[in-house]
């Protein structure tokens, strides 16, 4: 039945669950995104650059983490049901679980100086001269997965300002 996909592994914690602040948890199977972190090809590209010779940690622990990380991380819970934050795009009942919401964040830091130029809220353009409204998912797979530029999908942004 797992193999037809009618069957799904049932799991129930051994103990009762409780929060850092005493109070009991309500344990509940829910429906939610994952981000496929154990994906083979993602998975390599990522243990060469941690194995690779720019990429380096001031503490040889660190490292060994990295690797070992690597070797264990499957799937991640990138979202939830309730609480503030970023609403998941693609599916608004549920908002990406704060853990997931901070990694994405690192990662469009590393492009938010030329993008915002100095205004948090986006009021502004940047120096890339690309207003926010332009940032497409196409212009954001050029950037962080190095597919090709595509015009007609990012019609408000040329390959230059990218």
């Not at 380096?56 to 990380?69: A, D, G, L, V, W």
């Amino acid at each position: 039945m797992y193999d037809e996909g009618t069957a799904v592994p049932y799991y129930e914690p051994e103990k009762e669950v409780t929060a850092r602040t005493g109070e009991p948890c309500i344990v509940a199977l829910c429906d939610q995104w994952l981000m496929a972190y154990g994906e083979d090809s993602w998975k390599e590209s990522v243990r060469s650059h941690v194995l690779g010779d720019n990429f380096k940690t001031y503490n040889p622990k660190t490292q060994h983490e990295f690797e070992i990380i690597l070797d264990w991380l499957k799937e991640w819970g990138c979202s939830r049901t309730t609480g503030l934050g970023t609403r998941v795009p693609w599916d608004e009942q549920f908002v990406i679980e704060s853990l997931s919401d901070s990694t994405i964040y690192m990662a469009y830091y590393t492009i938010a100086h030329r993008l915002q130029g100095g205004s948090l809220e986006g009021t502004e353009t940047g120096p890339a001269g690309i207003p926010a409204s332009a940032m497409s998912i196409e212009a954001f797979d050029y950037i962080f997965l190095e597919k090709p530029y595509n015009a007609a999908k990012c019609p408000d942004v040329t390959e230059a300002q990218l």
